[in-house]
């Protein structure tokens, strides 16, 4: 076991974990990133500080390797496997650990932030915007958006450090399934208040027959993308077929 | 009308910073088409515009949920364009012009994304043999040549979405009829409510939460009918 810091540099790693998909590739996925990020966590192994110490190596080539996950969560491995390393948790159960994380850690941060806590904001601030509240509602989303994006990666972080080899103690967090409870009904709903108000606010410039083309243009788009084809279309391809067939009709319409 | 110099270095500027923050630094959301936008708006003096393209295009990220390795349009820089190309043009023809231009730049930030991912694989690939002995130095400087690589294609994809605002103003703006400019923004309006009911329909799925959506749906209906 290494001498494990009383003020371990947290908040050096926490700040090269806002870059971890800065490297994102297709050999590694976020590995690279990560290795970066829990190296800082690392520099206690180098006993004799010229970076050459056999078991800092060895820990930073582990640190890089494949690796994928939620990056607002990735901290919670980065932690735990520095920790690991501390601990003198050997190689292959470091290898272990960190395999286990990844999915865990993926679909925990996409159902709670992508599907849940980001389109909730987003959504509501369409909400604000189509209401009057302007540059404001969007200076709030990225407040309160941000409070629990930096709030989500710091807790990550300590909480795999301080647990190490036993993280998963810390995915097993009463907030977690309380959390996703709440923000995927909240979604749905503030998404669901969304779309109209968004579409009133968008349509204030139209004339009424460009209102009743709009709203068939509409239903056969979500009709066109909930269509489970061996092609399937997404929303870009939607768009950018509909702004081509516009100017055509423009184009032969005399 | 085009813009002025400094306007097209801050638009450019802005573009860039909103790139890099969509996957690489630091994933604030300022990539979020309505923060790129009114932030776009705000610079060239149309925070009404920014806000209207943002939410079009923030209705069509719905579609996307970024998990894995998989391929996604880039609306952030996008979006930054289609501010520049509504800029004085007012009503529906801003809007049909700047969601034009939007998606264009949109879909080419998306390959371009694939692309860069492609040269940090191969990056990668190449540095496995010093990774392998736990340089760290050498971890360090791939990692921040693939940061300043995504700041020179979020850079190049921006200029060319404002290279593209800056041709269709003069090329599009006199030959479309209002008629033409409302149907090319009944078009993108369309695509971005399609978009944004399907995508987050997928998200919902059948479970309790279609429900709270149904919910907000009539809540925003009756909004809309009161007001």
């Keep these: 076991m290494a001498p494990v810091s009383a003020r371990p540099p947290l908040g050096r790693a926490l700040l090269r974990l806002f870059s971890v998909q800065a490297s994102y590739n297709y050999e590694r996925l976020l590995g690279v990133g990560v290795g970066v990020a829990e190296e800082p966590l690392l520099r206690d192994l180098d006993t004799n500080g010229a970076g050459d110490t056999g078991r800092y190596r060895a820990a930073v080539a582990r640190g890089a390797h494949f690796f994928n996950a939620h990056p607002y969560l990735i901290g919670l491995a980065v932690g735990a496997a520095a920790r690991a390393e501390h601990d003198g948790v050997p190689p292959e159960q470091v290898e272990r650990l960190r395999a286990a994380l990844c999915g865990p850690l993926g679909s925990l941060g996409d159902r709670l932030v992508w599907a849940g806590w980001l389109p909730l904001l987003s959504a509501l601030t369409i909400v604000g915007v189509a209401l009057g509240a302007g540059w404001v509602a969007v200076a709030a989303f990225l407040l309160i958006y941000n409070t629990g994006h930096v709030a989500l990666r710091w807790w990550a972080l300590q909480a795999g450090w301080a647990h190490g080899a036993r993280v998963g103690a810390a995915l097993h967090h009463p907030f977690f399934p309380r959390a996703g409870a709440v923000l995927g009904p909240a979604m749905a709903c503030a998404v669901g208040l969304a779309l109209p108000l968004g579409a009133e606010f968008l349509t204030d410039p139209f004339e009424t027959w460009a209102r009743g083309a709009l709203a068939a243009t509409a239903a056969a788009g979500f009709i066109a993308l909930r269509v489970r084809g061996s092609v399937r279309l997404n929303g870009l391809q939607l768009g950018l077929g509909l702004v081509a067939g516009a100017l055509a009709i423009g184009w032969l319409w005399p | 009308m085009n813009l002025p110099a400094e306007l097209v270095i801050a638009l450019l500027v802005w573009g860039t910073l909103v790139g890099v923050d969509l996957v690489s630094l630091p994933q604030m959301m300022i990539a979020r088409p309505l923060v790129a936008g009114t932030v776009a708006g705000a610079l060239i003096g149309d925070i009404g515009a920014g ?177």
């Design chain 2, 51 to 227: 806000l209207t393209l943002g939410v079009v295009f923030e209705l069509l990220q719905y579609d996307i949920l970024p998990v894995g390795a998989v391929r996604y349009p880039e609306y952030g820089p996008a979006t930054v364009a289609a501010v520049a190309t509504a800029h004085a043009s007012a009503g529906v023809l801003g809007v049909g012009l700047g969601a034009l231009v939007g998606l264009l730049t949109g879909l080419i930030g998306g390959v371009t994304i694939h692309l860069m991912r492609r040269i940090n694989s191969a990056a990668v690939h190449r540095a496995t043999p010093l990774l392998e002995t736990g340089d760290s130095r050498a971890l360090v400087r791939l990692h921040v040549a693939a940061l300043l690589r995504d700041v020179l294609r979020a850079c190049a994809v921006t200029a060319l979405g404002l290279g593209l605002a800056a041709a269709a103003r003069p090329l599009l703006s006199g030959v479309l009829t209002t008629r033409d400019a409302t149907l090319l923004a009944v078009a993108a309006v369309g695509a971005a409510l399609a978009a944004g009911a399907a995508g987050t329909l997928r998200l919902v799925g059948h479970g309790r939460s279609l429900a709270w959506f149904a919910a907000g749906l009539g809540g925003g209906m009756v909004v809309v009918w009161l007001r």
